[in-house]
């Protein structure tokens, strides 16, 4: 099935790449240590994607991430 593109705000660089991790199934602080950068700074962007994507979750917004072309399943 073709993905279904969503009418959403374009996500940033680093909040696909935070995404990324997410769909790997690391936790914020993990996603932190990785990027090098607080968990305060991870809830952020995960925040402003879930916005973004008008998310109620971050399962959900790395579904919508998905369905909108703007996250491959492939790094």
Same mark, same amino acid.
């Given at each position: 099935?073709?993905p279904?593109?969503?009418?959403v705000a374009?996500? *940033?660089a ?9 769909m790997?199934?690391l936790?914020?602080?993990?996603? =932190?240590? @990785? #990027?090098?950068v607080?968990?305060? *700074?991870?809830k ?6 879930l916005?973004?994507?008008g998310?109620?979750d971050r399962?959900? =917004?790395? @579904? #919508? ?11």
């Open positions: 099935m073709a279904v593109l969503c009418p374009p996500l *940033t680093r909040e696909r790449e935070v995404l990324r991790w997410v790997e199934g936790s914020d602080s993990e996603i =932190a240590r @990785v #990027l090098v607080s968990a305060e *700074t991870v952020t962007h995960i925040a402003n994607s916005s973004k994507l998310a109620r399962t959900q =917004a790395v @579904v #919508l991430a998905l369905r909108s072309g703007q996250l491959d399943l492939q790094p």
